[in-house]
């Protein structure tokens, strides 16, 4: 991992406190304006007000970014306090001492393990004081006012807990519960932050890296791969990408030639866990006359990270790019490697873990890891990357090595304009794993992935790749690089324009800005408009001229339908795009006819029917769309369309259903007989069946459905429940925080927001769901941004002082 990669370089060995590189401290290091600064003499350390609006939403206004961040806490506690605590829980590696060491943590995006592993995993973060030592760093650690607004965000927190106690706690989630008792601190938060970094490197590879141990001396390991032989989607899955699951978003920008106002306008849709460490709360944080941003935070998030200015409106989506590279090194004992200086043994940390007894009394268990400079070794043979007797394999990850988050969300929302949002973002130099698209007052429209990167250009890649790191980078594009020259020729690179070294700089990195619109649904960055792919970067970022999804086609046709049709995007018209919930693959399916000649060869004509008056659409009332569900869930890997993907062509290919292809019809036939099994009709309304409900709520219609695969822009994820009379499918993830943001004259702002599963967990709280039900009837909230706004909508308004 990072640091122990530093105490390997002798340039750092003489540098106190892991010092900037020879760069001067960053931008967002120097200290607070005056009136942002800290406490003032004679008055409490923290003060801020929160006016609540209607749905629970928070308008925190401070004098400081540290009260800013104190506000946020309270809020943050107060509608979520429940996983607030369990992500400080697991920051501090104590899930097995309050949880038990056999339950599992699930965050519903990339990270599956055992409270141990996830705790033994941390334990040896804090035992090597990572973060701590990331702090001390002035070009990898935060600046001033991100570090104001985690002190003040714990503060608030605790402010919150003292208040009410653990017995006033009435989500029943962790009502009572004596780990309420414990006092956040700032470094619990920030290691919070630095694993919520890791969600797409480390954080994958947590059970293979505390499961990691040298072969045995009788392991034969595995013969050498083929990439024939490999499951490509379970090698995508165990790399995070999983095909199945798809950890994803919406985001679509219209520049001013493209609007009827003439200005820019957004339509973001994260597709974010509904429950659980990653999902959102909303908030406005005001510092009087110099900062003013509004939309939605993560929790134990103090900045806004999705959301609007009075002049620049972003959104994210999850990115193709990885944050780290697997590296190979050539065995040289059970426990030692070959290096260009010669054989060197793995560093070995034994960690110990606090675990909950069967019997409720505490224990001691002792766990191990193991790492090279370069980072943990990993033992993942379904991964193509086995510990064995020939080789070992361990991780460099590119977001171990910075803890600039914080400081890059906070400081965008300053910009003034979509040019100045990315260089305030490349400034921090902290965007961990997501692309940014924005619209600005001025009708610029702004598409980028630039975020976190490691320096690995494609001629390094190919001049390092080992056998098998080449078949890792031909189905999943990760190149899999040559350990024993890590420190030379296969070491990261460094730009001169990048915030730190081993990363892309922003040159080496794809954008782009238009006055018409641009977009992303989570397929590479190559897209962004058809008018002017991007291309020419490193294949480590994302694939280019290669076949989108049916839901970046659906995104794109709902911006170039209109346009085709003589009219310009209104405020109206971009936010509705949301709720058509058209199906981009039924569309194409069903073109001459080719579902209903499909689906006639299985001979069901009752389903086939119900599918024929389907009216292409995945609503609470469509009929028939359940069928289209199963039976796109069951499609194979190829042989499904007559039309090959064409990259001259790319939103309108590949096509024309192969009905002549016999796994089609059984897929079909499988699909009806699915439903009939589970005694649903055929034409049974897609919201009879996909709802949202849980923790005892009342089941709520949902529209929307499948994203990738189906073509739902409105992207939901629902399973059927295990043992649920009612054949209910839940909901798991997807549209969340979406928000629609339309810059008017006269320096207004018209900003429509929807939070899906509400402002506060707490299923006693009102605003539980009231949001859920506006979503399901296709309403909006009327978000209050301007002072005005805030008075009409205001339901109360508290001064805390902490």
């Known amino acids: 991992m990072f640091l122990s990669r530093l105490t390997a370089l002798p340039v750092l060995a003489v540098v106190a406190s892991l ?32 006016r609540t609006t209607r749905h629970g939403i928070p308008h925190i206004t401070a004098d400081n970014f540290g009260s800013l961040g104190f506000g946020s806490g309270y809020a943050a506690a107060s509608a979520s306090v429940c996983t607030l605590a369990d992500t400080l829980i697991t920051a ?40 701590e030592k990331l702090l001390a760093d002035k070009v990898r650690g935060p600046g001033q006012q991100a570090r104001a607004m985690v002190r003040g965000y714990t503060a608030g927190v605790n402010k919150y807990l003292a208040k009410v106690g653990p ?19 700032p470094i619990d938060l920030w290691y919070g932050v630095y694993l919520a970094n890791l969600l797409a490197s480390s954080g994958v590879f947590v059970k293979e890296i505390v499961d990691a141990d040298p072969p045995a001396p009788d392991d034969p390991g595995i013969p050498n791969p083929t990439a024939a032989a490999v499951d490509r989607d379970r090698l995508l899955a165990g790399l995070g990408k ?94 030692s490697y070959v290096t260009d200086a010669g054989p060197q043994d793995l560093m070995h940390d034994d960690v110990t873990v606090t675990v909950r007894k069967s019997d409720g009394t505490l224990g001691k268990v002792k766990e191990d890891v193991y790492r090279t400079p370069e980072g943990f070794v990993i033992d993942a043979p379904a991964l193509l990357m086995p510990w064995s007797a020939t080789s070992v394999w361990a991780i460099r990850d590119a977001n171990g090595e910075q803890l600039r988050t914080i400081d890059t969300f906070l400081d965008m929302g300053k910009a003034r304009n979509v040019r100045d949002l990315i260089r305030r973002q490349d400034a921090g130099g902290g965007m961990p794993w997501v692309n940014t698209t924005a619209a600005d007052r001025f009708g610029d429209a702004l598409y980028a992935d630039h975020s976190v990167v490691p320096n690995v250009p494609d001629a390094v890649a190919d001049a390092c790749m080992t056998p098998t790191g080449r078949i890792l980078d031909q189905l999943a594009g990760l190149p899999g690089l040559d350990g024993t020259r890590a420190d030379s020729d296969c070491a990261w690179g460094t730009d001169v324009d990048a915030e730190r070294p081993g990363i892309f700089g922003p040159k080496n990195l794809p954008m782009e800005v238009r006055r018409d619109w641009v977009m992303n649904a989570n397929d590479s960055y190559w897209l962004p408009n058809p008018a002017q792919p991007i291309e020419g970067y490193a294949g480590i970022i994302g694939c280019e001229r290669c076949e989108r999804t049916m839901r970046t086609r659906m995104v794109s046709h709902y911006v170039l339908d209109r346009l085709a049709a003589g009219k310009k995007e209104s405020p109206r018209s971009l936010r509705g795009h949301e709720h058509e919930n058209r199906v981009m693959a039924g569309e194409v399916m069903r073109a001459n006819g080719d579902l209903d000649t499909l689906c006639s060869a299985t001979g069901e004509t009752e389903a086939c029917q119900a599918l024929h008056d389907w009216d292409g659409h995945s609503n609470i009332d469509s009929r ?6 199963e039976f796109i869930a069951r499609l194979p890997a190829q042989g499904v369309w007559l039309t090959p993907f064409d990259a001259s062509d790319p939103l309108n290919t590949p096509r024309d259903l192969n009905v002549a292809n016999p796994q089609l019809v059984q897929a079909m036939s499988d699909a009806i007989a699915a ?46 429940a295990l043992q649920n009379k009612d054949h209910y499918r839940p909901i798991t993830y997807g549209s969340s925080h979406i928000q629609a943001v339309a810059f008017l004259s006269g320096g ?21 769901s009231d949001q859920t039900r506006m979503f399901s009837r296709k309403q909006w909230v009327h978000f209050a941004f301007t002072p005005a706004e805030i008075r009409r ?10």
């Open 19 to 50: 010092a900037p590189l020879g760069a001067t401290a960053s931008p967002m290091a120097s200290a607070e304006p005056a009136a942002a600064s800290g406490a003032r003499a004679g008055h409490a350390p923290y003060e801020a007000t929160i």
């Open 92 to 131: 501090r590696g104590q899930r097995s001492k309050w949880f038990g060491p056999d339950g599992t943590y699930n965050d519903q995006v990339t990270l599956d393990a055992s409270n141990l592993q996830v705790d033994a995993f941390v334990a040896d973060l804090h035992q090597r004081h990572v973060v």
């Open 167 to 185: 017995s006033g706690v009435t989500d029943p989630a962790c009502h009572g519960k004596k780990y309420l008792e414990q006092r956040a601190r």
């Open 242 to 335: 999983d095909p199945e699951s798809p950890f994803g978003s919406n985001a679509t920008a219209i520049g001013g030639d493209a609007t009827t106002t003439g200005k820019g306008m957004l339509l973001g849709n994260p597709h974010f866990p509904w429950r659980g460490r990653y999902h959102f709360t909303e908030q406005q944080l005001t510092i009087p006359g110099h900062y003013d941003v509004a939309g939605a935070s993560l929790i134990g998030s103090p900045v806004v990270n999705i959301g609007w200015n009075k002049n620049v409106a972003w959104s994210h989506t999850v990115s193709t790019a990885y944050r780290f590279t697997p590296y190979e090194y050539r065995s040289a004992g059970p426990t």
């Open 624 to 629: 028939g769309y359940a069928i289209f569900e």
């Open 675 to 720: 439903l009939r099994d589970k005694g649903i009709a055929f034409d049974a309304t897609w919201g009879s069946l996909q709802v949202a409900g849980d923790r005892g709520a009342p089941a709520i219609p949902l529209g929307g459905g499948t994203g990738d695969a189906a073509g739902n822009a409105n992207a939901l994820a629902s399973r059927w």
């Open 748 to 768: 207004r702002v018209d900003a429509r927001t929807i939070l899906t599963y509400g402002q506060s967990e707490d299923p006693t709280n009102p605003w539980s």
């Open 793 to 802: 909508d205001l339901l109360s308004r508290v001064t805390i002082r902490g």
